[in-house]
DNA sequence: GCCCCAAACCTGTATGATATGTTTTCTTGA
DNA sequence: TCAAGAAAACATATCATACAGGTTTGGGGC
């Protein structure tokens, strides 16, 4: 909304008509929304129209769609989050180093709260993840995935969904510069150094202290980005 | 991308294709898409599905489109990502509170960064919404949309895009907290007190001090989320 | 060389048809 | 009486076609 209501077309017009339905109505995720042809009679619309809406909102993942099945509401996805980031770097509108910079501002707050809030079933599964690096510092592409599940799980344990939002919308750029960074550490000392920061921040997080596990993050990532620049990654 | 691989139908197929053709082909901002025509033969789908593609990126302001001319590669644009959260937050998966939170967290960076890297068009713009907010101090709605474009300017300041989009995705839940938090303010000097505060941030901006910067809108966001506690905001 | 207009092309919306998946209802048999 | 299963009602997924406007382009006239 916001910006949808100044858009001219019938489409428009339909997607904010089903968000207001959604508000109007105080739905939340998992209930139903009319049915196409309900919409198609209640906006004097054709059915073409109403489904381009749904479709819409399906693809930023606000609702679910499934054959046979009325819509319903979704639960929160980075969905439409992750491709407008993507969007911004394959069109070279953001740069690999900026999306670091707003991570490593984001992490270094995740990282803190997770010391405070954690639960322990949070704290063992961070603590899982470090392990993992460490135990598959051979495999980088096993690296990698143990890595992002890592912060992802640092977000998770901050108790703040719109944290974890952010931080997943970015896993795909990570995704797609992780092993350059990991090549420029070239000695396999320097790629054990790298993985043991993990381990120190997994245990700031464990012992609760919210200082030394964001000075821990931070310095991880200004590592990171050094690998980055080093690489020659603008 | 990332999640609309595993994704069944024709429509995610074909929006892949679409973001995969300005991927492979390194379109920018303006370029033109195939025609709804063109990708129709490519994918062997009819146009409907084709159609519902384009308006779904269209939907996330991926892409833009207007009758009779193809689309094309949009500049970035907070687009889905503020139709994210507010979806979230009025299906109650979000509170005010976090997305505070986050927005504490991030400008605090941005009025750092702002400090440091503010041209003097810049700055002047940042101090414009200040002194514009000090003289429609007695107008909450003016208040409000000159608040709102003071964040905003000092996130465009710290020159890094994403930050900006992140802000811009918040005004939403913003513009309907607002008034709240400003009526909490009881008396006419708290209010006063409370617009000051901006001025504050400004000065330490114009005059390239990013810690005093950061300070002063840290302090600025303890007093804002107060007041929405204060007024039984969770 | 310039202007104007028509043709070609494109998107926006509507309609109807068919295939297929899901839910509800009703029947039938134990 | 009740439960299993079939049928009907409902819903979405995709396709084909049509026509109304908006935009671009190329040609003709000057």
Redesign the pocket.
């Known amino acids: 909304m916001t910006q949808e209501e100044t858009n001219?077309?019938?489409?428009s017009a339909a997607i904010q008509a089903i968000t207001q339905h959604i508000r109007v109505e105080g739905l939340g995720p998992g209930d139903l929304?009319?049915?196409?042809?309900?919409m198609t009679r209640k906006l004097?619309?054709?059915?073409?129209?109403v489904?381009?809406a749904?479709?819409s909102l399906s693809a930023m993942r606000l609702i679910d769609?499934?054959?046979?099945?009325?819509?319903s509401v979704a639960k929160l996805d980075i969905g439409a989050m992750s491709m407008v980031i993507e969007h911004g770097v394959t069109t070279e509108q953001i740069s690999v180093h900026q999306v670091y910079d707003v991570r490593r501002t984001i992490e270094m707050r995740t990282v803190a709260l997770a010391a405070l809030r954690r639960t322990d079933a949070e704290a063992a599964e961070i603590e899982k993840y470090a392990r993992l690096m460490r135990e598959n510092c051979r495999s980088p592409e096993i690296v990698m995935e143990h890595d992002i599940a890592f912060h992802e799980a640092i977000a998770q344990a901050s108790h703040n969904p719109v944290f974890s939002l952010i931080i997943n919308a970015f896993s795909g750029v990570t995704r797609r510069t992780w092993v350059i960074g990991w090549r420029t550490r070239a000695t396999e000392e320097e790629q054990i150094k790298m993985i043991e920061g993990h381990g120190d921040i997994a245990r700031a997080i464990i012992a609760g202290n919210p200082q030394l596990a964001a000075e821990h993050m931070a310095a991880h990532f200004d590592k990171s980005v050094k690998a980055l620049i080093d690489a020659g990654i603008a």
């Not at 001219?8 to 489409?11: M, Q, S, Y």
């Not at 004097?44 to 129209?49: A, I």
């Open positions: 001219p077309g019938l489409v929304l009319p049915s196409e042809a309900d004097s619309v054709s059915r073409t129209v489904r381009e749904f479709r769609m499934s054959a046979g099945r009325r819509a």
